[in-house]
Protein backbone atom coordinates (compact mmCIF):
# COMPACT_ATOMS: atom_id res chain seq x y z
CA UNK A 1 0.00 0.00 0.00
CA UNK A 2 1.54 3.36 -1.30
CA UNK A 3 0.48 6.14 1.14
CA UNK A 4 -0.07 8.37 -1.77
CA UNK A 5 -2.41 5.83 -3.32
CA UNK A 6 -4.08 5.74 -0.21
CA UNK A 7 -4.76 9.69 -0.11
CA UNK A 8 -5.82 9.53 -3.56
CA UNK A 9 -8.09 6.38 -3.17
CA UNK A 10 -9.92 8.49 0.47
CA UNK A 11 -9.71 11.86 -0.52
CA UNK A 12 -9.54 12.38 -3.89
CA UNK A 13 -5.97 13.88 -3.82
CA UNK A 14 -2.79 13.38 -2.77
CA UNK A 15 -2.11 16.92 -1.54
CA UNK A 16 -3.35 16.92 2.47
CA UNK A 17 -3.42 20.66 2.53
CA UNK A 18 -6.09 20.82 -0.67
CA UNK A 19 -8.72 18.33 1.62
CA UNK A 20 -11.31 20.54 2.83
CA UNK A 21 -12.46 19.32 6.39
CA UNK A 22 -15.72 18.03 5.51
CA UNK A 23 -13.98 15.53 2.94
CA UNK A 24 -11.24 14.77 5.61
CA UNK A 25 -13.33 13.55 8.03
CA UNK A 26 -15.41 11.69 5.41
CA UNK A 27 -12.29 9.84 4.20
CA UNK A 28 -11.24 8.69 7.69
CA UNK A 29 -14.68 7.74 8.48
CA UNK A 30 -13.98 5.44 4.90
CA UNK A 31 -10.82 4.20 6.34
CA UNK A 32 -11.96 3.11 9.25
CA UNK A 33 -14.75 1.15 8.01
CA UNK A 34 -12.37 -0.55 5.88
CA UNK A 35 -9.89 -1.17 8.41
CA UNK A 36 -12.64 -3.29 10.56
CA UNK A 37 -13.65 -5.61 7.34
CA UNK A 38 -9.91 -5.86 6.08
CA UNK A 39 -9.01 -9.46 6.94
CA UNK A 40 -5.12 -8.94 5.73
CA UNK A 41 -2.86 -8.11 8.11
CA UNK A 42 -0.42 -6.09 6.38
CA UNK A 43 -3.14 -3.98 4.60
CA UNK A 44 -5.04 -3.50 8.07
CA UNK A 45 -1.62 -2.41 9.20
CA UNK A 46 -1.29 -0.01 6.69
CA UNK A 47 -4.83 1.63 6.76
CA UNK A 48 -3.59 1.73 10.81
CA UNK A 49 -1.02 3.51 10.08
CA UNK A 50 -1.76 6.14 7.89
CA UNK A 51 -5.03 6.62 10.52
CA UNK A 52 -2.29 6.96 12.76
CA UNK A 53 -0.39 9.82 10.80
CA UNK A 54 -4.31 11.72 10.51
CA UNK A 55 -4.47 11.86 14.07
CA UNK A 56 -7.00 8.82 14.47
CA UNK A 57 -5.74 6.88 17.20
CA UNK A 58 -7.53 3.25 17.68
CA UNK A 59 -7.25 1.25 20.67
CA UNK A 60 -4.44 -0.74 20.31
CA UNK A 61 -5.84 -4.04 22.18
CA UNK A 62 -9.36 -3.53 19.86
CA UNK A 63 -7.40 -2.69 16.51
CA UNK A 64 -4.97 -5.91 16.79
CA UNK A 65 -5.70 -9.00 18.02
CA UNK A 66 -1.84 -10.55 17.92
CA UNK A 67 0.66 -9.07 20.49
CA UNK A 68 3.41 -9.02 17.61
CA UNK A 69 0.66 -6.58 15.45
CA UNK A 70 0.23 -4.04 18.83
CA UNK A 71 3.94 -3.95 19.66
CA UNK A 72 4.88 -2.99 15.92
CA UNK A 73 1.68 -0.51 16.12
CA UNK A 74 3.98 0.80 19.34
CA UNK A 75 7.28 0.47 18.03
CA UNK A 76 5.51 2.79 15.15
CA UNK A 77 3.75 5.23 17.30
CA UNK A 78 7.49 5.52 18.71
CA UNK A 79 8.64 6.48 15.80
CA UNK A 80 6.97 8.53 14.55
CA UNK A 81 7.31 10.72 18.17
CA UNK A 82 10.81 10.37 17.50
CA UNK A 83 10.64 11.67 14.23
CA UNK A 84 8.27 15.31 15.32
CA UNK A 85 10.73 16.28 17.89
Partial sequence: MDFDD?????FGTTD?????????????EHMRVDFGLETDRGRRFALWA??????THLDLEKAF????DRDS???????????QD
Fill in 6 to 10: QLQRY
Fill in 65 to 68: KDPA
Fill in 73 to 83: ARDFMDLMDRM
Fill in 16 to 28: LAAIQPEAMNAGI
Fill in 50 to 55: VLYMLG
